[in-house]
């Protein structure tokens, strides 16, 4: 068996601290191939840190990775944290990582997974300060999520966990044979360990162990991370434009050995509600209790054991989500729109304009203005100015004067920026102006209910669905 391996670069010029992880899982090699690769390249100069530090750690569970398996005595990956009391092999690993990945601030763990499937990468929770698993980084793990080179991301770890050992208390007293793990900490691996000292971290699954892919996936994962920190003169990565988002929402054990799949699940199938995934050995059915994904089938599990997972569509990670109501709205009415995120379109209104195909003038603002009772919401070409008084008289309302931000929230349902030109939380009379209106089959794009979307829908269906009146409401018409 190797001794525990870091090999560290630090750059004289000051910059991020990444820690990148191979073999945290002996049998899962891509990460420690492509470690292997960038370490020669630095070493032979072909590579240059240009700020920084860089620590590469091609094995991570030297027992785990001799012995050709996902595991010495444990799961390195579940459990994570120092010990004074060290028994099992992956202790002593958990006492000599640990204090490396705290010295850290971002960490790339390369992973690959046991079925056939589509490589992901797994990300932490949104922003919050919960108990469980408080965070305050997840733009910029979802920022590097979008530059891995994978165009699907999974969330939603721990949490799922934390679930799964409270249903394994029930389970545990129904099926005494299995040997459950049931601390709560159980969920806690490399990532989450990161994201308790304060650094972010993401689990890059490159592929399945043996896909020929997978290393150069790892490689090219751990490139673009190093020009995405900068610690590399490189051009940042272009973010993947649609990254699927799932949820992770349920982990199943396996709990005897004549627990069977229906058929040979592959990582993202999908399954519907009442599906049958599996059978347990007393011949009762394992069904899908909702819509969603399998993730990480693993046929051979040992009973006590992860036996496959359950996951959702996540809005938070699918960008070209529109908000729910607004969505439903759509549904219901059938209206046609083309949903494209800023991201994807660039920030300025000449990009979004050329991606939808329509011309500048067709891009609409939506602005709330109220005078003290009623909400207005004066829809006008993104190139002209709304004459107020125009508005007021067009919706024979008092004085108006714009709405503030709480206001527009409030009245909208919309943050302000990216307000949708209907689907409104309350009563909001609309006007449109007349110079929109004069080919009501063309096309305008509008806010898409988040600052980061926009929507293409007709004129004629936008003044349909809102009630709108239409009048000349900008600046100099008549
Ligand atoms: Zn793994």
């Known amino acids: 068996m190797q001794p525990f391996k870091s090999v560290s670069y630090?750059?004289?010029?000051?910059?991020?601290?990444?820690?990148?992880?191979g073999a945290v899982h002996g049998n899962e090699t891509c990460g420690t191939q492509a470690i292997g690769r960038v370490i020669d390249e630095i070493d032979a100069g072909t590579l240059r840190l240009a700020a920084g530090q860089l620590t590469l750690v091609p094995v991570a569970n030297p027992l785990a990775y001799s012995l050709r398996r996902r595991a010495g005595d444990r799961n390195l990956n579940r459990k994570l944290a120092p010990t004074p009391t060290p028994s099992a092999f992956e202790d002593h690993v958990a006492n000599w990582l640990c204090p490396l990945l705290a010295a850290h601030e971002v960490l790339l763990d390369l992973h690959s997974f046991h079925s056939p499937g589509t490589p992901f990468v797994l990300v932490g929770p949104s922003d919050n300060d919960g108990r469980l698993e408080p965070?305050?980084?997840?733009?910029?793990?979802?920022?590097?999520?979008?530059?891995?080179?994978?165009?699907?991301?999974?969330?939603?770890?721990?949490?799922?966990?934390?679930?799964?050992?409270?249903?394994?208390?029930?389970?545990?007293?129904?099926?005494?044979?299995?040997?459950?793990?049931?601390?709560?900490?159980?969920?806690?691996?490399?990532?989450?360990?990161?994201?308790?000292?304060?650094?972010?971290?993401?689990?890059?699954?490159?592929?399945?162990?043996?896909?020929?892919?997978?290393?150069?996936?790892?490689?090219?994962?751990?490139?673009?991370?190093?020009?995405?920190?900068?610690?590399i003169?490189?051009?940042?990565?272009?973010?993947?434009?649609?990254?699927?988002?799932?949820?992770?929402s349920q982990v199943i054990d396996r709990l005897h050995p004549d627990d069977a799949f229906m058929q040979p699940w592959h990582s993202f199938d999908p399954v519907a509600a009442g599906q049958a995934i599996g059978t347990r050995h007393d011949g009762s059915a394992v069904v899908a209790p909702y819509d969603g994904f399998i993730v990480f089938p693993n046929v051979a599990a040992e009973p006590g054991h992860e036996w496959f997972y359950l996951a959702r569509?996540?809005?938070?990670?699918?960008?070209?989500?529109?908000?729910?109501?607004?969505?439903?709205?759509?549904?219901?009415?059938?209206?046609?729109?083309?949903?494209?995120?800023?991201?994807?379109?660039?920030?300025?209104?000449?990009?979004?304009?050329?991606?939808?195909?329509?011309?500048?003038?067709?891009?609409?603002?939506?602005?709330?203005?109220?005078?003290?009772?009623?909400?207005?919401?004066?829809?006008?070409?993104?190139?002209?100015?709304?004459?107020?008084?125009?508005?007021?008289?067009?919706?024979?309302?008092?004085?108006?004067?714009?709405?503030?931000?709480?206001?527009?929230?409030?009245?909208?349902?919309?943050?302000?920026?990216?307000?949708?030109?209907?689907?409104?939380?309350?009563?909001?009379?609309?006007?449109?102006?007349?110079?929109?209106?004069?080919?009501?089959?063309?096309?305008?794009?509008?806010?898409?209910?988040?600052?980061?979307?926009?929507?293409?829908?007709?004129?004629?269906?936008l003044i349909r669905h809102t009630g709108a009146v239409v009048a000349p409401i900008a600046e100099g018409e008549m």
């Not at 630090?10 to 992880?21: D, E, K, N, W």
């Not at 043996?210 to 490139?223: G, K, S, T, V």
Request: glycine share 8%; with cysteine; proline share 6%.
């Open 10 to 21: 630090a750059s004289v010029q000051p910059g991020t601290r990444l820690i990148v992880l």
């Open 135 to 231: 965070f305050a980084q997840a733009a910029r793990e979802e920022a590097l999520a979008q530059r891995l080179g994978v165009g699907r991301a999974v969330e939603g770890w721990l949490d799922t966990y934390a679930a799964g050992v409270a249903r394994r208390r029930e389970l545990a007293a129904a099926f005494p044979d299995a040997t459950l793990d049931l601390d709560p900490r159980y969920g806690i691996g490399t990532t989450e360990y990161m994201r308790s000292t304060g650094g972010c971290a993401l689990t890059l699954e490159c592929g399945r162990h043996d896909d020929p892919e997978a290393p150069a996936l790892a490689y090219r994962a751990i490139l673009n991370t190093l020009a995405h920190l900068r610690l």
């Open 233 to 248: 003169d490189a051009p940042d990565p272009a973010p993947v434009p649609r990254l699927e988002g799932l949820c992770l």
């Open 313 to 461: 569509p996540s809005a938070r990670l699918t960008r070209d989500v529109l908000p729910e109501n607004l969505a439903a709205f759509i549904a219901r009415h059938r209206i046609a729109v083309q949903v494209v995120s800023t991201e994807e379109a660039a920030p300025t209104a000449e990009a979004a304009a050329r991606i939808l195909g329509v011309d500048v003038s067709d891009i609409v603002k939506t602005m709330l203005l109220t005078d003290g009772a009623r909400f207005i919401a004066a829809i006008v070409p993104g190139d002209r100015r709304l004459d107020r008084k125009k508005v007021a008289q067009a919706a024979g309302s008092g004085s108006l004067r714009f709405a503030s931000g709480t206001e527009v929230a409030e009245n909208t349902g919309y943050a302000a920026g990216g307000v949708a030109p209907f689907a409104f939380a309350k009563p909001v009379t609309v006007v449109v102006d007349e110079s929109l209106s004069q080919s009501p089959g063309r096309d305008v794009v509008a806010g898409g209910g988040r600052a980061e979307l926009l929507m293409r829908v007709s004129v004629a269906d």
